[in-house]
């Protein structure tokens, strides 16, 4: 009987490691570490907005999480690429994102959800945040929470992005903390486990280290206000740039002390096109990791901005771009071993208490007091909202996608498929790669045009194009 039993158990816990991938990642000082075995994490990753940033319509049914075939395939191209996380940034939370998040997760690929939306009453007002921060705000920002708290990958919450700019008025960074406490206050209240809230900031120069330092410091009479994470969308490493001629240099002294993970939230300038990737080496290379973790790779699908990495065809295929066999020549190169060891003084660092003199920047405000909550908000937080949740992760037994998919040189490539991966397994470049084509599958084209190719979008109108979007967008700004 113990035998039996004994197998049993044991034949349960095949099941279970085939099912679930990712282990639940936590923060410990400026590095995110798997809290399973402490092996430090560094995010190798992809923006994920199938339709841009202007495709988000609740009323279609549809988002970027929410039809298991676009997911499936997409998640086997992105395995493939050898990336471990995702940002998605507008999220209906009505919708049903269970059979998505379950196909990422199996493929070892982690979730970072943006809170927020670009339609009114879904975001902060940057001119006048006490207008936007509402109890109807709240309680569509919990429900995208109840909607993935349940899954072991997703990372984190980013409860702002870019509502810092030059635009934006001095009560801002207040309002920010305010909804990072609410969320976490929402988390600690009623999540199985505590999931990191970070904020994602546009790389204005001149406000960047007051926003990071606002946003990161200890505030002792309101603690859950320090954000977990800090991602910074930096787009100053454009074409054969170097350290120095990026300033990313700048950005390693700056950042040198900080006390919480950072990574780049976007980056990938597309100035030079094709893209070539050579800020890979870089940021996952000895002079960024001991301060940055990491990146996600602005973006996944071709837009009208011309960011992407793969083509999204209307007959439901999907072509390869250059950008993509150039990505994933560089992820190839990489030292996983680097990435992964931990450092005992960064895992113990504390932040430093809420101070002004922590603060500069023109305009920039000069006052820790925060909002108090708007009326009905308490009783959201103990009571917990209704949203679309799923008890948990499901198994994934459908790994084959339908869709066809062609390589850079047009030829169809066939074998394609998830590998679901381990318990405790996230996934890696160079690892679960599947699919190849009638020629060589090895052969990059780096150096040829993108199959669509149109030059480089102007920066300075995908920025306006994005501001007026008032949330997400392509924070260009190379003030160096
Ligand atoms: C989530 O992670 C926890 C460990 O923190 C584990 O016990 C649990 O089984 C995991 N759940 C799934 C669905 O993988
Ligand atoms: C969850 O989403 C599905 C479709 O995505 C929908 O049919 C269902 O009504 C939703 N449930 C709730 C409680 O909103
Ligand atoms: C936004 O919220 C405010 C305050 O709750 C409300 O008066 C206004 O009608 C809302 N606007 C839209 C477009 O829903
Ligand atoms: C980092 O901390 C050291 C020691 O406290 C301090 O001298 C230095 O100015 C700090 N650097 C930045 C960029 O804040
Ligand atoms: C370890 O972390 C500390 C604190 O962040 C940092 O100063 C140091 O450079 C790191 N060491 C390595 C080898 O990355
Ligand atoms: C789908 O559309 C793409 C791009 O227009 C085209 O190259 C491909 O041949 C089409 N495939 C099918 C099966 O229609
Ligand atoms: C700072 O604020 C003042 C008063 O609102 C305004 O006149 C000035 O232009 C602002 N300066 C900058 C650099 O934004
Ligand atoms: C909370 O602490 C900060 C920093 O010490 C202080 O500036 C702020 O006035 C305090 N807020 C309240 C409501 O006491
Ligand atoms: C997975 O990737 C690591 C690091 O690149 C490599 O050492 C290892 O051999 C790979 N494993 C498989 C099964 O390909
Ligand atoms: C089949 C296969 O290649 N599995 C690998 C997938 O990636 C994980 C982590 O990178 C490896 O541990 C597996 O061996």
């Given at each position: ?6 197998a ?15 282990a639940?990642?936590?923060v ?12 430090r994490?560094?995010?190798i ?6 339709g ?14 929410s039809?298991a075939?676009?997911c499936?395939?997409?998640?086997v191209?992105?395995q ?14 009505d ?8 196909i990422f997760?199996a493929a070892?690929?982690y ?7 670009p339609l ?8 006048a945040?006490?207008?936007s ?14 909607g ?5 990958n ?14 934006s008025v001095?009560?801002v960074?207040a309002?920010i ?13 009623q999540?199985p ?6 904020y ?5 120069r ?5 926003t990071?330092?606002?946003?990161s ?10 954000i977990?994470f800090f991602?910074?969308?930096?787009y100053s490493?454009c ?5 120095e001629?990026?300033?990313y240099?700048?950005l ?6 900080t006390?919480i993970?950072?990574?780049?939230s976007e ?19 000895k002079e ?6 990491g990146?996600l790779?602005?973006?996944?699908s071709?837009?009208p ?6 083509n999204?065809?209307d ?11 150039n990505?994933r ?5 990489l ?7 931990a450092n005992?003084?960064?895992t113990?660092l504390?932040?430093p ?20 909550r708007?009326?009905?908000v308490d ?6 909202v209704?949203?679309n949740?799923?008890d ?5 037994t ?8 062609y390589?850079?040189n047009g ?13 405790d ?18 052969s ?9 190719t149109?030059?480089a979008?102007k ?5 306006f194009?994005?501001?007026?979007m008032?949330?997400?967008g ?7």
């Amino acid at each position: 009987m113990a035998q039996f039993k004994a197998a049993f158990l044991c034949l349960v816990a095949l099941f279970t490691s085939y099912a679930f991938a990712v282990a639940p990642l936590v923060v410990k000082g400026s590095d995110f570490v798997n809290s399973i075995d402490d092996a430090r994490f560094q995010i190798i990753g992809v923006a994920y907005q199938p339709g841009g940033s202007s495709g988000f319509d609740p009323g279609s049914g549809i988002d970027p999480l929410s039809d298991a075939s676009v997911c499936l395939r997409d998640a086997v191209l992105m395995q493939r690429l050898g990336v471990n996380a995702i940002r998605v940034y507008n999220l209906d939370p009505d919708l049903d994102h269970s059979a998505c998040a379950s196909i990422f997760n199996a493929a070892g690929i982690y979730m970072i959800l943006d809170v927020n939306s670009p339609l009114p009453n879904q975001s902060l007002n940057r001119g006048a945040p006490w207008e936007s921060y509402s109890s109807d705000y709240l309680e569509r920002v919990f429900k995208v929470v109840e909607g993935f708290m349940n899954f072991n990958n997703t990372l984190g919450f980013f409860s702002g992005n870019e509502v810092i700019n030059e635009d934006s008025v001095p009560q801002v960074p207040a309002y920010i903390r305010a909804v990072t406490r609410d969320v976490k206050d929402y988390i600690a209240a009623q999540a199985p486990r505590s999931i990191p809230v970070g904020y994602s900031a546009a790389d204005v120069r001149p406000l960047l280290m007051g926003t990071f330092n606002y946003m990161s410091c200890e505030l002792s009479n309101d603690t859950s206000s320090k954000i977990d994470f800090f991602g910074l969308n930096s787009y100053s490493w454009c074409g054969d740039a170097t350290f120095e001629s990026s300033g990313y240099d700048v950005l390693v002294a700056d950042f040198g002390n900080t006390t919480i993970p950072i990574f780049f939230s976007e980056y990938g300038c597309n100035n030079v096109s094709p893209r070539t990737f050579t800020e890979v080496p870089a940021l996952y290379g000895k002079e960024m990791t001991s301060v940055f973790s990491g990146g996600l790779i602005y973006e996944y699908s071709e837009e009208p901005n011309n960011y992407g990495l793969v083509n999204l065809n209307d007959n439901g295929t999907v072509s390869l771009l250059v950008d993509y066999d150039n990505l994933r020549t560089q992820y190839d190169s990489l030292d996983i071993g680097l990435l992964e060891k931990a450092n005992a003084t960064a895992t113990s660092l504390t932040p430093p208490s809420c101070a002004v003199n922590l603060l500069s920047g023109t305009n920039f405000t000069m006052s820790f007091n925060l909002p108090d909550r708007p009326n009905g908000v308490d009783a959201l937080i103990k009571n917990g909202v209704s949203g679309n949740s799923s008890d948990s992760t499901n198994a994934v037994t459908n790994t084959k996608p339908s869709q066809t998919v062609y390589a850079t040189n047009g030829q169809e490539i066939s074998g394609l498929q998830l590998t679901v991966l381990d318990w405790d397994q996230s996934n890696l470049p160079g690892n679960n790669t599947s699919g190849t084509t009638p020629s060589s599958p090895s052969s990059t084209t780096s150096g040829s045009s993108p199959s669509n190719t149109n030059t480089a979008a102007k920066v300075d109108d995908i920025k306006f194009g994005a501001l007026l979007m008032g949330a997400l967008g392509v924070g260009i700004y190379m003030q160096l």
